[in-house]
């Protein structure tokens, strides 16, 4: 039998885990884990890049742990854990290190978007993150990461170290591919309908927690920035209606085309309305379960503990790969 195709995935652990999150990635996800060799980590030291305050970032960490298992992640098909009970991601991200150059990395439009909204604190990390990135992915010989547009240049980031690798020493990493959806790889912010939904966005009326209330749900769509022509359609001079026509089409699995033909001369009103509906009853089972999650601590760090100690056996097979191919003496 062929040897399944192994998934890799994570999400950085700040404010809320969102909509988009959950439209661009963890979809994806959801469909994968039945078919693949799954690792879902929650990127808690992708996160350190920028200060969190300890209490609150071991909360929120927590938090989306739950989520991740709320939303359907199931520990029997998936490796969930948290990236930083993992050590060999940061020890393969110094070797990586070694195998990228400033200038790729300086050139990543991330790093230079959050250098410009963090003056205060352009750290060696922010600048690393991608190759911390590369170390998750290529530890576990991925074949495929299910990711959000936004993660594309980081994805080829890590193909062209994967390749420099191989190519310097000899096969060490398989070279993974993104996997990026066709239709809803950005959902955008519901007060910019422009801009990205952002999870660390301090405007809470532009993105949609998964766990938020049916009420916070409607309300924030009715106030979703759109334009003033009256009719449903998706186009490019109508940002703010077809986002929503695409959350829409994502979270009931209808065609965007069947949607804006059904809702074309209904108004604005009464489509919020349905898409408020809509989303409200594709997250209201993970908000329940979330609850329900939330409340057993000892469950969700067994979970987590399991996680990691079934990563750890592979990521240090790859590591050790690694380390004598570079040369270092053996242990
Ligand atoms: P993060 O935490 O910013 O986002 C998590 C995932 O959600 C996707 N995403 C979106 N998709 C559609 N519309 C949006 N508005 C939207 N916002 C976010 C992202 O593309 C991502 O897939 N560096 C990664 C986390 C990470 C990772 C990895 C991913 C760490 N290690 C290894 C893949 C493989 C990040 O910051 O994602």
């Given at each position: 039998m062929d040897k399944k195709k192994v998934v890799y995935s994570g999400i950085q652990p700040t404010g809320c885990l969102t909509l988009g999150n959950y439209i661009g990635a963890v979809s994806n996800w959801l469909t994968m884990q039945d078919e693949y060799d799954c690792l879902f980590s929650i990127a808690d030291l992708h996160a350190l890049t920028v200060r969190q305050v300890p209490a609150d970032f071991r909360k929120t960490a927590l938090r989306f742990f739950a989520q991740y298992l709320a939303m359907g992640l199931d520990p029997k098909k998936s490796i969930l854990y948290?990236?930083?009970?993992?050590p060999q991601h940061a020890e393969l991200t110094w070797i990586l290190n070694c195998f990228t150059y400033v200038g790729e990395a300086s050139r990543m439009t991330q790093f230079k978007d959050k250098s410009q909204k963090h003056l205060d604190n352009v750290n060696m990390g922010l600048m690393d993150y991608p190759v911390l990135m590369a170390a998750d992915i290529l530890l576990y010989q991925s074949d495929l990461v299910p990711v959000g547009g936004d993660q594309k240049q980081h994805l080829e980031l890590t193909r062209d170290i994967a390749m420099r690798f191989n190519n310097l020493y000899s096969p060490t990493f398989v070279v993974p591919e993104a996997y990026i959806?066709?239709?809803?790889?950005k959902i955008c912010s519901l007060a910019d309908p422009t801009a990205k939904m952002s999870k660390?966005?301090?405007?809470?009326?532009a993105t949609i927690s998964i766990i938020d209330s049916p009420e916070e749900i409607i309300n924030k769509i009715k106030r979703a920035v759109t334009d003033s022509e009256p009719h449903v359609a998706y186009s490019e001079d109508k940002p703010g209606i077809s986002n929503l026509l695409t959350i829409f089409s994502a979270v009931t699995g209808r065609g965007i085309d069947s949607l804006a033909d059904e809702y074309r001369d209904k108004g604005y009103a009464a489509f919020k309305s349905a898409v408020g509906e809509a989303v409200v009853e594709k997250l209201r089972p993970v908000r329940a379960e979330f609850e329900r999650l939330s409340a057993d601590k000892d469950y969700l760090m067994s979970v987590a503990r399991e996680g990691a100690e079934r990563a750890q056996r592979i990521a240090y097979k790859t590591l050790a790969k690694v380390y004598r191919k570079v040369g270092l003496v053996e242990r």
């Open positions: 948290f990236q930083s009970h993992v959806p066709k239709q809803g790889a660390s966005d301090p405007d809470a009326n």
